[in-house]
């Protein structure tokens, strides 16, 4: 089958109520009608995921954003910048019914973002309105960065699936709150610093974070217990490295790249939970600048530090 009918064929599964696997730049997603409840709920049930955590909107340009969320010249400065890209924007929802309650977990807003993968921006325009995706492993589990361990994940459930090869960024979107004052809700690939030269200074989640993704205590959970900031394993554990410090095990980088870390991040960490006779996954410091930041945040997350 060629991608034009395989686009054809997602796109009337969703239209059915169906589920899709859809790769984006950032990691392969779970996509769903957003403005079909069943459709959500399939989601939250393949996904295991509570229904409490909203999901983000995916849309194939800022037109179709527009009618659904409401942009402030914030928002404005923002998606010019950087869609279709990785970054998600928490906004004042338009629409209410083109991405439905359960979608939103109940809230006034919506999180909203264009993704720049081909496939994905042709299945949005095919499909022709919001899609939820958010991404296509178990609840808890590491994000699934290839094809293959996306269908491995909730595959079972889905009633067509796209592949479009290895995520290219491996990190999910920064998503950023723009209510009040500006606040950083979860880092990305777009990072701080790029946000606060065109809106000035973020402030911290705390105030709005339930109504981001990706905020729960164990989110991106492997099964093994992880030890952060380690100088090297102990005993039975596995290492998973940064930089030239060599050792048996897993590097995120070899060369300390903060990007090629980021993209390795979450098959590295699948890789070293399914190492045999293991007790834990040790993990290399990662500076904690640019993209470390959100690498260092999915890591706490995964070793169960932040709520």
Same mark, same amino acid.
């Given at each position: ?15 059915? +109520?169906?589920? /899709? ?9 779970? =996509? ?10 399939? /989601? ?47 906004? &004042?929802?338009? $629409? ?19 993704? *720049?993968? &081909? ?8 499909? +022709? ?10 609840? *808890? ?7 293959? $361990? ?11 699936? @796209? ?12 998503? /950023?709150?723009? @209510?009040?004052?500006?606040? !950083?809700?979860?880092?990305?690939? /777009?990072?701080? =610093?790029?946000?606060?030269? @065109? ?43 940064? +930089? &030239? ?12 790249? !903060?990007?090629?870390?980021?993209? %390795? ?13 293991? =007790? ?10 640019? @993209?470390?930041?959100?690498? %260092?945040?999915?890591?706490?997350? =995964?070793?169960?530090?932040? *709520?």
């Amino acid at each position: 089958m060629d991608a034009t009918a395989d686009i054809a064929k997602a796109a009337a599964a969703l239209k059915s +109520g169906g589920l /899709v696997i859809l790769p984006t730049e950032t990691v392969y997603g779970l =996509a769903a009608d957003a403005a079909n409840p069943r459709a959500v709920a399939a /989601v939250y049930e393949a996904k295991g995921r509570p229904s409490f955590n909203p999901l983000i909107a995916h849309v194939a340009d800022i037109t179709t954003a527009r009618r659904i969320a409401r942009f402030d010249d914030r928002a404005e400065r923002l998606a010019a910048a950087f869609w279709p890209g990785p970054l998600t924007l928490v906004l &004042p929802i338009a $629409d209410e019914a083109a991405v439905c309650d359960l979608a939103r977990a109940g809230l006034d807003t919506v999180a909203v973002r264009a993704p *720049g993968h &081909p496939l994905a921006q042709a299945l949005l325009k095919a499909f +022709g309105g919001p899609l939820v995706a958010p991404s296509a492993n178990r609840s *808890g589990r590491p994000s699934p960065t290839t094809f293959a $361990d996306a269908m491995e994940e909730t595959g079972a459930s889905t009633a067509a699936a @796209l592949d479009g090869g290895p995520c290219a960024i491996g990190l999910e979107s920064t998503v /950023v709150a723009l @209510l009040d004052q500006p606040r !950083l809700l979860r880092p990305g690939a /777009v990072t701080r =610093a790029e946000i606060e030269a @065109l809106i000035g200074p973020l402030s911290e989640a705390e105030a709005d974070a339930r109504r981001s993704p990706g905020r729960l205590t164990r989110h991106y959970a492997p099964n093994l217990p992880l030890r952060l900031n380690a100088e090297e394993p102990r005993g039975d554990e596995v290492w998973l490295g940064f +930089g &030239p410090r060599g050792g048996a095990g897993f590097n995120l980088s070899p060369d300390g790249d !903060l990007t090629e870390a980021a993209a %390795n991040l979450f098959a590295y960490l699948r890789a070293a939970d399914r190492s045999l006779g293991a =007790a834990g996954i040790a993990v290399a410091p990662i500076p904690d600048t640019g @993209l470390g930041e959100a690498i %260092n945040d999915r890591l706490r997350r =995964a070793a169960g530090f932040v *709520g």
